[in-house]
């Protein structure tokens, strides 16, 4: 309910993880945002993104490379979208868990590196 959504909406900023954890229960994220689309990667959560510009550049990387790019999609399309197409985006068979952990091992690694020049 939308009282609901304004009451809670301020514990995403004071708590990150309670935020993460509504996502995780989530049967699909919708999304505007890199963020999002991040959040919805980590807990494994299937989503649909609604481009814009700023989101297609942020992901023309290889975490953009980690799903199908039927999950981009614009608002247009978003107010098209049949059953079989949603059921379909619900399913998570084409984010790939393996380049994920792969993207995730390089950025901890190059953020130490990163850290230890700094001392």
């Known amino acids: ?4 959504f304004f009451l ?4 995403q900023f004071h708590d990150p993880l309670w935020t993460l954890s509504k996502i995780a229960q ?7 945002t890199f963020h999002g689309v ?17 989101l297609i550049a942020r992901l023309d990387s290889p975490i953009g490379e980690t799903f199908s790019k039927k999950r981009l999609i614009t608002i247009e399309q978003f107010s098209k979208l049949s059953s079989s197409e949603l059921l379909d985006l619900i399913s998570t068979e084409d984010i790939d868990e393996v380049k994920i952990n792969q993207y995730s091992i390089s950025s901890e690694n ?10």
């Open 1 to 4: 309910p939308r009282s609901r």
């Open 110 to 119: 190059w953020l130490k590196s990163a850290l230890t020049q700094l001392q």
């Open 38 to 54: 991040m959040m919805a990667l980590m807990t494994k959560t299937p989503f649909i993104a609604v481009t814009n510009q700023n």
């Open 8 to 11: 809670e909406f301020p514990k």
């Open 26 to 32: 989530s049967r699909l994220l919708l999304t505007t």
